[in-house]
């Protein structure tokens, strides 16, 4: 198989340090191999699998975690926790924290609109990472790489209890910081029949989080999201 440029060896060794073991290094080069890349260079084999394999292994281990930790919660509850956790948003913040960014093999169109940073390729980089660190060592190795990455957001889930409404939980915030009720900002873009939303937050006339998607709904929930997290750790807390 060729491998990328700028070379498998330099993600390698940053990806060994980060998660204190290697992965097997032909696994690692089609973890890291984005479809732009593939294309320009002959076809090269994609991530595209091993995003697949991924994204299993990542809903089993953290579905397990969440039942074992939470006995008393009905069905519901739990999928809203997994919900949470288990989505683009959440696993490009992941991305962000190992710098995966820097490691992902991208074609020129994707480097020159910022690739490297967009939630999607992030996120389905990080899956296909971790499909390749569950075929190299098994499921127990892939299941202690997931908890090292994903406990944060784990007991975020959980601190949340009853509220995994995002909008519901940033709402009962405000109100027990005395900030009185948040406000949405909607903005979007496109055409009718594909429109992009953007929303933030505001509080005490201050704008917080920051949501995107393909409704407002989902723009606003993740804002509310976003702005859930500044806000507990602001000095409003």
């Not at 699998?49 to 739990?78: C, H, I």
């Not at 020159?112 to 899956?127: F, N, V, Y």
């Not at 953007?198 to 723009?219: C, F, H, I, M, W």
Request: aromatic share 6%.
């Amino acid at each position: 198989m060729t491998q990328p440029e700028p070379g498998i060896e330099v993600a390698s060794v940053h990806l060994a340090e980060v998660l204190g073991f290697e992965i097997d290094r032909q696994l690692l080069n089609q973890a890291l191999t984005h479809r732009s890349y593939a294309y320009e260079h002959g076809g090269l084999p994609t991530n595209e699998r091993l995003e697949f394999l991924g994204d299993s292994v990542l809903g089993l281990v953290v579905t397990d975690t969440l039942y074992r930790e939470n006995p008393d919660l009905p069905e519901g509850q739990l999928a809203k926790m997994r919900a949470s956790i288990v989505n683009a948003r959440a696993l490009a913040e992941v991305a962000r924290g190992i710098d995966l960014g820097s490691c992902v093999f991208l074609g020129k169109g994707e480097l020159t609109t910022g690739g490297p940073d967009k939630a999607s390729i992030l996120a389905d980089t990080l899956e296909a990472v971790i499909g390749a660190v569950y075929l190299g060592h098994g499921l127990d190795i892939a299941a202690q790489t997931l908890h090292q990455l994903f406990d944060p957001a784990i007991e975020r889930a959980a601190n949340l209890g009853a509220g995994l409404d995002w909008k519901t939980s940033l709402q009962e915030l405000t109100a027990n910081l005395g900030l009185g009720v948040p406000e949405y900002v909607i903005t979007q873009s496109g055409p009718d029949h594909d429109k992009f939303f953007t929303a933030r937050v505001r509080v005490a006339d201050q704008l917080y989080g920051n949501g995107e998607g393909p409704s407002k709904k989902q723009a606003e929930q993740i804002a509310a999201q976003t702005a859930w997290g500044e806000l507990s750790q602001s000095d409003h807390a």
